[in-house]
Each structure stands twice: as C-alpha cells, then as structure tokens.
C-alpha cells in the first residue's frame, strides 16, 4: 500500500529534495509525496516541488487569526488527501495542539543536533550550530523525532553524529551535518512506514 506523505517546509528544501531522490531511488518504499506545505512563498523548497511535479501549498501565519486557526485548515486539506505521515523538513512554525492531536503519531520532525542537547525554544537553523561551536562541543549530529505538543521533546527514532573539528565554523558543521541529515532522515521515514512494527 502507498503511504500518503505531507513534507513541511519553509527554506531550502534540501530534506524535502533527499526525500524525493530516496523515493525514486527506493531507498524510502510504498511512499509518495502528496502534498509539500510552505510557511511562505518563494522558497526554493517550493521550486524543488514544482520540478518533482509534487502539489504544493503555502499557508502563511500572517493571514490567519491566530497560528490554530491556520493549522485546522491545514488539517482539513491533509485529511482530504488522505495524508498518512507528515514529515517536518526545516519548517519554522511551532505546531499548535489541533495538529499534533489530528496527527498523533504520525507527525516526525529533523533536528540538526544530537537532542537533548541544542534544542527546543530558540534552537533552529544556524543558532543550534552557533551554539554547539561556542561550547567547544567535539560532537554533534542530527536527531530524527516524532513530534508532541513540546518543541523537540518527542520520541527520539534515529540519530548519528557528526564529529566537530577542529577549525569548524557554524557554517561548516552545518554543511557536514546536512549530508547526515539526507541519510539519516529517508532511512527514518522508510524505518516508520516499512519496518517498524505496527
Ligand atoms: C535542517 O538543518 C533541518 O534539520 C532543520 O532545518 C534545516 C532545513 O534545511 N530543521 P533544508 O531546508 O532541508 O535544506
């Protein structure tokens, strides 16, 4: 059976686009990405859809009420296209409870650290390197995770870490642990559709 999937972006895209290939190349099996959401327009995220013929949407905070309002109608489309797993890939936007209960279970996120360290409030995007640089950490590395109401408090699925070396700056820690980040997160979305037990 082919597993419905829901990529939520807000940058690059460069998860969304590992996605893609580890599908085509069968890494990730009895998956299709039905849906990408965007937190905004003109990403290059939103480009990487369009070239993969992938469907995309963007919801944008700032035309809402409020942040729960935004996720019901997203909801509302997910349940529509019979989304079975939703995958966060670099979005930005914190979900509200409407969307984590919706999807419980069924929602993972990629952080850039090895959790519990360099994560939660504040922790995104080049901060979580900054941070792990200015300690002197010698290690870090990507967390996959399935997602609670907590901001990177759930259920860790896979992790592998990145050594820093020395002379490492913020941004090329980032650039070794992004290469992790492209194994790490397709073996994570075939290991829940496929492998674990259900
Ligand atoms: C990645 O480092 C991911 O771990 C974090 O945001 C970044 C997204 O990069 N949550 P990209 O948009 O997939 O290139």
Redesign the pocket.
């Known amino acids: 059976m082919l597993n419905n999937i829901a990529v939520f972006?807000?940058?690059?895209?460069?998860?969304?686009?590992?996605l893609i290939d580890a599908i085509s190349s069968g890494i990730i099996k009895n998956a299709h990405i039905k849906l990408v959401v965007a937190s905004k327009q003109g990403?290059?995220?939103l480009k990487r859809a369009e070239n993969a013929a992938i469907e995309s949407a963007v919801y944008e905070k700032s035309k809402y009420e409020s942040n729960s309002q935004m996720f019901e109608e997203i909801i509302k489309v997910l349940k529509e296209k019979e989304i079975d797993l939703i995958v966060?890939?670099?979005?930005?936007n914190i979900l509200t409870p409407n969307i984590v209960q919706a999807f419980s279970g069924r929602i993972i996120?990629?952080?850039?650290s090895l959790i519990p360290s360099y994560c939660g409030d504040g922790f995104?995007?080049m901060r979580?390197h900054e941070a792990a640089i200015a300690d002197g950490a010698k290690i870090s590395g990507?967390t996959v995770h399935f997602v609670d109401e907590g901001t990177d408090t759930g259920e860790i699925i896979m992790q592998k870490e990145v050594a820093i070396q020395e002379g490492d700056t913020a941004e090329t820690l980032?650039k070794r642990?992004?290469e992790v980040?492209?194994k790490l997160?397709p073996l994570a979305v075939d290991y829940i559709l496929n492998r674990r037990d259900k």
């Open positions: 972006v807000s940058g690059g895209g460069s998860n969304l686009g590992a990403i290059f995220a966060l890939a670099g979005y930005l996120n990629i952080h850039p995104y995007g979580v990507a980032q642990v992004l980040e492209h997160l």
